[in-house]
């Protein structure tokens, strides 16, 4: 029911910035909780950053002052604002659409490499 397509990936220097959209078509997105997780060769995936339908916010320790999560239901969209990035971010981003009835749904993801 739920389409997710992630971009704004791309190249930036260490302390750069970049922000990534997650856009969702085909049901009702206000009422998932959105996250992104991020994931690079050969280690698991792993949470980033979550937000629920109440606009609740979550991150892992690693992201937290720098990174941050917002969704705007009119556009069914989420956002990932990323600030003063470190090459220890280098991973591909996945958008998941998740709700309590079990029903989850993941982008196909969008790169971001940080190195100079």
């Not at 339908?53 to 937290?64: L, T």
Request: net charge positive; hydrophobic share 30%.
């Amino acid at each position: 029911q739920v389409q997710l397509v992630e971009s704004g990936g791309g190249l930036v220097q260490p302390g750069g910035s970049l922000r990534l959209s997650c856009a969702a078509s085909g049901s009702i997105f206000s009422i998932y909780t959105m996250s992104w997780h991020r994931q690079v060769p050969g280690e698991q995936r792993a949470l980033v950053a979550s937000i629920t339908p109440g606009g609740i916010e979550n991150y892992v320790d690693s992201v937290k002052g720098r990174f941050s999560i917002s969704r705007d239901n009119a556009k069914n969209t989420v956002y990932l604002q990323m600030n003063s990035l470190k090459p220890e971010d280098t991973a591909v981003y996945y958008c998941y659409a998740s709700r309590v009835s079990g029903s989850s749904y993941w982008g196909q993801g969008t790169q971001v490499t940080v190195s100079s």
